[in-house]
């Protein structure tokens, strides 16, 4: 294997780890905005209330822990690159899962994959796009 094509294939791995780090962050922050969200509700309420709120804390919880996540990928390991493309990029991806969500509301699984999928990488697009 040349010298060249070990580079890219480590550019490659690297880029895999922190998509993954920055999912496993934000699941974390959207675990932590659906409890919120549903017990915004209060008491023994366990209505489709409680599970609308709570899928949005989810909407809200994991792009924000994959700011958190990105934010501390660039002052903890000193990664360079561009702070506020990367949060522009989970915004993006997170206002992506919305626009489709209409045309992939029969396959909740493909939803929920795109969601958690294009917000971590376009943050990290973003992030490394003004290197």
Known sequence: MSQQSSFV???IF???LMTIGLGIIGIVFGLVGALI???????DSFGFGALGLALGGILVGYPTGII?????IRKILHQQGSLLLGIL???FGAVITVVVAEPLNSNTN?????????????CLVGFFLKR
């Open 14 to 16: 690297k880029f895999l």
């Open 9 to 11: 294939a480590g550019r």
């Open 110 to 122: 493909l939803l929920f994959g795109v969601f958690f999928l294009s917000v971590p990488v376009f």
């Open 68 to 72: 958190v996540g990105i934010i501390s």
């Open 37 to 43: 969200g549903g017990k915004v509700l209060g008491g």
């Open 89 to 91: 990029g989970s915004i």
